[in-house]
């Protein structure tokens, strides 16, 4: 069954240093999104990206982030300047449609932790 | 913003037993979907919902769409171990988001 890959699955990296956190997303979707998790918290939706731009974004994804799909598989978030409030389950999705017909697929996960 | 309200915030239940959850906010939603998430894992989709009233099965597991498109449940009908996890309700409002509003989850813990 396809599935979204993310790399890292693990990041450890120091207050003010520079993330990028990488996702191969399934390869015939045309929608990619990032989303995190804080520990024990509910996912919160930071972009949407569609067509090589962003289409929808939340308050969360502020200057500090930032999205590109460098190439015809990799769709990548960087974190400018982590902050410790950054440290969070960082969730790569895809779907084939805008309406997500058949629900959004995600990765596993890249664990950010600032310290 | 919109806000989903997920309840139970956990449940702790013998094997074999019949499980339900719910989601409800202020807010009209066009879509309703249930994850499941396993730790340490992505949220897993289990079942998507687009139309209000629509009942909807996968196996053990049932949802339903609320008349109202404020609300929907999850069933999950003689629960095994495997079923341990925390289940998440999402939602995608009206007015051409397309972000999914995530519940806060319920926890499920079941004992054998």
């Known amino acids: 069954e396809p599935e979204v890959t993310q790399t890292p699955s693990h990041q450890v990296t120091q207050m003010g240093q520079e993330v990028i956190l990488r996702c191969v997303p399934i390869s015939n979707h045309l929608y990619f999104y990032w989303y995190r998790q804080i520990l024990g918290q509910k996912v919160e939706f930071l972009v949407s990206?569609?067509?090589?731009?962003?289409?929808?974004k939340s308050e969360i994804f502020d200057d500090q982030f930032s999205v590109e799909r460098p190439d015809g598989s990799n769709f990548t978030l960087k974190i400018r300047s982590t902050k410790l409030e950054d440290s969070a389950m960082y969730f790569c999705?895809?779907?084939?449609?805008?309406?997500?017909?058949?629900?959004?697929?995600f990765g596993s996960g890249t664990r950010l932790t600032v310290v | 913003g919109q806000q989903l309200n997920q309840s139970p915030q956990s449940m702790f239940i013998q094997e074999g037993e019949d499980v339900s959850m719910n989601c409800t906010s202020s807010s009209i939603f066009n879509t309703w979907l249930w994850y499941k998430q396993d730790p340490g894992e992505g949220p897993v989709l289990l079942i998507a919902?687009?139309?209000?009233?629509e009942l909807t099965s996968n196996g053990r597991l049932t949802a339903q769409f609320g008349i109202t498109r404020k609300d929907s449940f999850l069933n999950i009908s003689a629960s095994i171990p495997s079923d341990v996890g925390i289940y998440f309700c999402?939602?995608?409002?009206?007015?051409?988001?397309?972000?999914?509003?995530f519940g806060k989850g319920t926890k499920l813990t079941v004992n054998p």
């Open positions: 999402a939602g995608r409002t009206q007015g051409g988001s397309e972000k999914l509003v």
């Open positions: 999705a895809s779907s084939l449609d805008r309406e997500s017909t058949y629900g959004y697929t």
């Open positions: 990206f569609y067509n090589n731009e962003i289409s929808e």
């Open positions: 919902l687009y139309k209000a009233g």
